[in-house]
């Protein structure tokens, strides 16, 4: 069974920092492309961050600079490292593992507010 546990998540002030863990078990995990998503009320998700199973990156516009997505295939484990954070960050962060099928966490809060 496979499952996808993210972590991380919770409230801070604009220009902080937060690191979101995505934890996977039950898949060949250094061979999944994973992704990060983000989601708020009333807009579709968009894909936030990807890294391929040999650490080759991409991110959405306007993270550049300020997110950086990194994996651990030693410990099953992706991450999201986001600083410089702006309320328009505010958002339900998901985690995917995609290869021939795709997998989704249950995803954490991201609010950022003063």
């Known amino acids: 069974q496979v499952q996808l546990v993210e972590s991380g998540g919770g409230l801070v002030q604009p220009g902080g920092s937060l690191r979101l863990s995505c934890a996977a078990s039950g898949l060949p995990f250094s061979r999944y492309v994973m992704r990060w998503y983000r989601q708020t009320p009333g807009k579709e998700r968009e894909l936030v961050a990807r890294?391929?199973?040999?650490?080759?990156?991409n991110y959405l516009d306007s993270v550049k600079g300020r997110f950086t997505v990194s994996r651990d295939n030693t410990k099953n484990t992706v991450y999201l490292q986001m600083n410089s954070l702006k309320p328009e960050d505010t958002a339900v962060y998901y985690c995917n593992a995609i290869l021939f099928t795709d997998y989704w966490g249950q995803g954490t809060q991201v609010t950022v507010s003063s």
């Open positions: 890294i391929s199973g040999s650490g080759s990156t």
